[in-house]
């Protein structure tokens, strides 16, 4: 029996259905939002499927029952109800002024326009144009009008390491999405999806209806593909392969329910016979991540410990970016659980797999470091580390240091900051794909790094100027936390020298071995 042909990049539904694409039921979710609500927002990262979710809905509202035989809508009892939709799309288009954002709304809305065959009077403003859309639509139609919304974010995220300009299109944004708290006597359906939050007051002022499902539990698994679904839907294309490892390379973005898949990922990994690599973070580096870190010196083992309120989750606004929120909203970071408290819901951060980690932090480690020949450094680094090579070790350590270029140093004053010869030297581990954690608590302090191996544990303390840092390690005695996993345990003082910018000292020794 021939395999299902792969969707990669398609979003169009009908074409999926008819050309013999794979395809992963949405259609009960989708039913779902239809009949209990009017104002929905959704936010998800990049490449997630939102703009096939937004078909999905524009292809219910066809009235093509027939389309959907085979799928969990066909036998619901739902009836197909035509209706008028109206699709914005932000995902293409020039938006680095003004005049070139009203362009580009303007050829939106005449796609519309003669989608609906019906058209807007002249010399109306993008806004006007969108409020007569609407009601138009209903007169002609004589059935509620359908308001679906893809990427409504972009042009704010397109400028969003120019304040002016981001500002300029949040404002823009906000006057034509006002247009739809007039119109609610003419909406069946609004449906809004992007990558970021940017709060209701900002942007949609007057939707105060607008339900936001991004953290709703049972809405979790809108995007994405589940384990059940790749063992099931995809077990033909999968079979024979590994699982759990797929899992730990692709799995792991939560939203307060089950974990999910990247399709992107699982499309590519499958199309391209089964090889561990880096698909969804290839298609754009964090250029302004990489940024915001250099800009606030910030301290990448504290990637380990981020706890947020969902107010803070929520808290992306042009005048003021917090990295760590940025990360989750933007994928590099995702819910691992939440705790409960009298006041509020905590929400722990964590790098979701295995792909985002070691893609993430070879990008932050050549960024931070700025080393030409990065690769074999990388490779000589982990060698010494895989086969407990301590003399190559503090070799590969002094050479990493010694690679820095110069000018990096003379150009600020990272390097007079235990911080930053932490933070490189464990964006460069996580980029090896090893399991490290950082500022980990123990009853006596925080190890400011452990390496996590199946055949040993190293305890690395970080120390400048002449502070002993192995003396740290046994003072506070920090190996006592993994006794009991009867593992050689090798503790790590590195010593640096701000002056010499380089490593003055790595001491190691084997505290324990197996029984």
């Not at 929120?325 to 933007?330: F, I, V």
Request: glycine share 4%; with cysteine; hydrophobic share 35%.
């Amino acid at each position: 029996m021939k395999l299902a042909k792969l969707p990669i990049g398609i979003s169009t539904l009908r074409t999926i259905i008819e050309e013999d694409y794979l395809y992963v039921d949405k259609t009960d979710i989708a039913q779902h939002i239809i009949e209990n609500g009017q104002y929905y927002f959704l936010s998800r990262p990049r490449r997630f499927g939102k703009s096939l979710f937004l078909d999905t809905l524009r292809t219910i509202f066809s009235g093509d029952r027939e389309l959907f035989k085979g799928l969990h809508i066909y036998d619901s009892g739902y009836e197909f109800i035509e209706h008028p939709v109206i699709r914005i799309s932000f995902n293409n288009g020039d938006f680095s002024s003004k005049v070139s954002f009203h362009d580009r709304v303007a050829t939106i809305l005449r796609l519309s326009q003669d989608e609906l065959d019906i058209v807007c009077s002249e010399e109306r403003t993008s806004s006007d144009c969108f409020e007569e859309l609407i009601i138009k639509a209903y007169r002609k139609y004589d059935k509620k009008v359908v308001v679906l919304i893809d990427e409504y974010d972009k042009p704010i995220l397109d400028n969003i390491d120019d304040t002016p300009t981001a500002t300029i299109m949040t404002e823009e944004l906000k006057n034509f999405y006002s247009v739809m708290k007039g119109a609610d006597e003419y909406i069946k359906l609004v449906f809004i999806t992007g990558v970021s939050k940017f709060s209701k007051v900002s942007l949609f002022s007057g939707l105060n209806n607008l339900n936001d499902i991004t953290l709703t539990k049972k809405y979790s698994t809108i995007c994405g593909y589940t384990q059940e679904d790749l063992q099931s839907v995809f077990a033909r294309h999968l079979r024979g392969q590994d699982f759990a490892k797929i899992r730990r390379w692709y799995n792991g973005y939560k939203f307060l329910g089950p974990g999910v898949y990247n399709p992107f990922d699982i499309l590519l990994f499958i199309e391209n016979e089964f090889e561990y690599r880096n698909y969804w973070f290839g298609t754009a580096t964090p250029t302004f991540l990489l940024k915001l870190i250099e800009k606030h010196s910030y301290f990448l083992p504290n990637l380990e410990n981020i706890v947020k309120t969902e107010k803070l989750l929520n808290s992306f606004d042009v005048d003021y970016i917090e990295l760590e929120t940025l990360m989750w909203q933007t994928g590099y970071l995702t819910i691992s659980h939440t705790t409960t408290t009298d006041r509020n819901i905590l929400y722990h951060l964590a790098v979701p797999n295995l792909e985002v980690q070691i893609s993430l932090m070879e990008h932050i480690a050549d960024h931070l470091s700025q080393i030409q020949n990065s690769t074999m450094v990388q490779h000589n680094m982990y060698e010494s580390i895989a086969t407990n090579d301590f003399t190559a070790f503090e070799t590969n350590i002094k050479a990493l240091f010694a690679c820095i270029p110069y000018n990096l140093f003379v150009n600020n004053k990272m390097y007079e900051y235990e911080g930053y010869y932490v933070s490189v030297f464990y964006s460069y581990m996580k980029g090896l794909g090893f399991d490290v954690v950082g500022e980990e608590c123990t009853n006596k302090g925080r190890i400011d790094l452990t390496l996590l191996l199946d055949t040993a544990i190293y305890i690395i303390e970080f120390k400048t100027d002449g502070t002993s840092a192995i003396e740290q390690i046994r003072q506070k005695k920090y190996h006592e936390k993994y006794t009991d996993r009867n593992l050689p345990i090798y503790l790590v003082g590195i010593e640096f020298d701000t002056i010499d910018r380089n490593i003055a000292k790595v001491e190691t020794i084997l505290l324990e071995t197996r029984d």
